[in-house]
C-alpha cells in the first residue's frame, strides 16, 4: 500500500486503533496529524518522525474549525482523514441506561466524526479519502451497549451520505466496523461490564468470543491495515461501504 505524499489525519490517534492506522500510514510513507484529547500522548507522537499532534477535543466545534484552519495554513488540507477518537462505556442494561449517558456517548462517537468530516468536506480542494471507525456493533447488536451500538450506527448512515452526497467531488467516505479489539478501550469496557452483571472480565470476553467464528480477538494492526487501504488510490473505486474486520462475528 502506498501514501506517498499523502498528508493523512488521524483523529484520536493516540488510541490502540489511531496509534496502529498511525504506524501503517507512515510506513505507507504519508505524512500523519495525529489529534487527540490526550495532551501527553500527542507530545509522544509528536516526537516521532514525519508525525505533527495537537492536543484536540474533537466534540469542540470551535476548536475543530479552528485546529482545521490551521492546518490548511501549516501544511494544506488533509488528503485523508481517519476519525478512531471514540469511547465503548455506559454500559449496562438498556433499563439503567440514563439519559446523560447516552448523550455522552453519542457526543463523544458521533459529533466528533461529524465536526471533522464537515471541516474536512469544506476544505478539500481535490480528491479526500475519509474512513471512519464504527463497529460490528452497528448491525449486529448485544445486549448491555445500547448507546455504543446507536452511536456506531450513526456512523455507519452519516458515512453513506457524505459518500452519496459528494462523490462527484471525488471525496470518498467508507467505514471499517472492527469486532472486538485488543488494548485499553476493550479492557476498560469489559470491565465496566463484568461490574454492572458480577464475574470477571475475562469471562464476559470469552462469552463473546464464543460468538465469533475466529475465536479470538483483533490486534489494531489488522483494522489498521484495511484503514490505509482504502485511504489509498487502490480503493479509488470504493466509497460508502462499511466494512467489517470482525473475524467472522457479522456472519
Not at 510513507?29 to 500527542?42: F, L, N, S, Y
Amino acid at each position: 500500500m502506498n501514501l506517498s505524499g499523502k498528508r493523512v489525519l488521524v483523529v484520536g490517534g493516540a488510541g490502540d486503533i489511531g496509534r496502529a492506522v498511525t504506524d501503517a500510514a507512515l510506513a505507507a510513507g504519508a505524512e500523519v496529524t495525529v489529534w487527540d484529547r490526550d495532551a501527553a500522548a500527542c507530545r509522544e507522537a509528536a516526537g516521532r518522525a514525519g508525525v505533527a499532534a495537537r492536543a484536540l477535543d474533537a466534540t469542540d466545534e470551535a476548536a475543530v474549525t479552528a485546529a482545521f484552519e490551521a492546518l490548511a495554513g501549516e501544511a494544506g488540507p488533509p488528503d485523508v482523514l481517519v476519525n478512531a477518537a471514540g469511547v465503548f462505556t455506559h454500559l449496562r442494561p438498556f433499563e439503567a441506561l440514563d439519559l446523560e449517558g447516552f448523550l455522552g456517548v453519542l457526543h463523544t462517537n458521533v459529533v466528533s466524526c461529524f465536526l471533522t468530516c464537515r471541516e474536512a468536506v469544506r476544505r478539500a480542494a481535490g480528491p479526500l479519502a475519509i474512513v471512519n471507525l464504527s463497529s460490528a456493533l452497528s448491525a449486529r447488536p448485544v445486549p448491555m451497549a445500547a448507546a455504543y451500538c446507536a452511536s456506531k450506527a450513526a456512523i455507519d448512515s452519516l458515512t453513506r451520505s457524505i459518500a452519496v452526497e459528494y462523490a462527484g467531488r471525488g471525496i470518498r467516505a467508507n467505514a471499517v466496523n472492527p469486532g472486538p479489539v485488543e488494548g485499553r478501550m476493550l479492557d476498560r469496557g469489559m470491565a465496566e461490564m463484568a461490574g454492572a452483571l458480577g464475574g470477571q472480565p475475562a469471562d464476559i470476553l470469552g462469552r463473546i468470543l464464543e460468538g465469533i467464528p475466529i475465536g479470538r480477538t483483533l490486534a489494531p494492526r489488522e483494522v489498521a491495515a484495511l484503514v490505509v487501504f482504502l485511504a489509498g488510490d487502490e480503493a479509488a473505486g470504493i466509497t460508502g461501504q462499511c466494512i467489517n474486520v470482525c473475524g467472522g462475528y457479522a456472519l
